[in-house]
C-alpha cells in the first residue's frame, strides 16, 4: 500500500524550460510534505518543503505546489539546467507520527 | 553538512550471516530513520526511532530490527541476511519538530551472497 506515490519514473526537458515533478499521496493525516533531489552515490539532500497550511512554496527556482483536496503536491524548477539532472523524491510526514514516507522517485533529464 | 555517519559505507556478507549497520549523528536529533533504496521502488522506510529505546516499524520491517540506547547512535541489524537485503541503506535524522527537515547519510551498500 503505497501511501506516496511519484507515478512518472522518468522525465527529460530541454534546458532553460520548466521541469514540472508530480506526486501524489492516500493518507490525509499527512500534513507536511518534502521534495528531495539524489545524485548516484550519495545521500538525498533537502530541496525544499511545504506545510499544509500553505498551498505554495517557494525557493529560488523551486517552487512546491499543494493542493489538498486532490492529495496533489508538485515540484516546479525554472529554468531548469543540466546541474539538476538527477532523481528527486517527494515526501510527507503526519502530525500524529514521526514517520516520514518516500515516493518512488522521478529520474530528471536536463539536456543542454 | 549535518554530523551523521554510516558504517561500514559497503559490505560483503553471505546469506544467513547477522549484519549490524551504524548510524551516528553528532546533532543531537530526536528522530532516526533508516530506509532502502532499491530500483523502482523509491526510498521505504524499515524502522524508525523517536528517542531513545523508542522504535517504531516501517514500510519494510520483516527480517530487520534496530536499537537506539544513546541519542546519537541508531543501530540496524539484519537477524539473518537473504540475497533480496541487498540494496542500499540510508540513514537519516530529523530535529526541530515534525515540521522539519531530514538529512541524510552516505548511503550504505550491502551485499549478501
Known amino acids: 500500500d503505497q501511501q506516496v506515490k511519484q507515478n512518472s519514473p522518468s522525465l527529460s526537458v530541454q534546458e532553460g524550460r520548466i521541469s514540472i515533478l508530480n506526486c501524489d499521496y492516500t493518507n490525509s493525516m499527512f500534513d507536511y510534505f518534502l521534495w528531495y533531489k539524489k545524485y548516484p552515490a550519495e545521500g538525498p539532500t533537502f530541496l525544499i518543503s511545504i506545510s499544509s497550511i500553505k498551498d505554495k512554496n517557494e525557493d529560488g527556482r523551486f517552487t512546491v505546489f499543494l493542493n489538498k483536496s486532490a492529495k496533489h503536491l508538485s515540484l516546479h524548477i525554472v529554468p531548469s539546467q543540466p546541474g539538476d539532472s538527477a532523481v528527486y523524491f517527494c515526501a510527507a510526514r503526519g502530525s500524529n507520527t514521526g514517520k516520514l514516507i518516500f515516493g518512488q522517485g522521478t529520474t530528471l533529464q536536463v539536456k543542454p | 553538512d549535518a554530523g551523521i555517519t554510516q558504517s561500514p559505507r559497503h559490505k560483503v556478507t553471505e546469506t544467513g550471516t547477522p549484519v549490524t549497520l551504524r548510524c551516528h549523528q553528532t546533532e543531537n536529533h530526536r528522530y532516526m530513520y533508516w530506509y532502502r533504496q532499491d530500483p523502482g521502488h523509491g526510498l521505504r522506510l524499515i524502522h524508525y526511532?523517536?528517542?531513545?529505546?523508542?522504535?517504531d516499524k516501517g514500510e519494510v520491517s520483516d527480517g530487520y530490527s534496530v536499537s537506539r540506547s544513546k541519542t546519537e547512535d541508531f543501530l540496524l541489524t539484519l537477524e539473518s541476511a537473504t540475497s533480496s537485503q541487498t540494496s542500499v541503506y540510508f540513514c537519516?535524522?530529523?530535529?526541530?519538530?515534525?515540521?522539519?527537515?531530514?538529512?541524510f547519510g552516505q548511503g550504505t551498500r550491502l551485499t549478501v551472497v
Open positions: 526511532s523517536y528517542g531513545v529505546k523508542d522504535t
Open positions: 537519516a535524522i530529523s530535529g526541530g519538530g515534525l515540521q522539519s527537515e531530514a538529512f
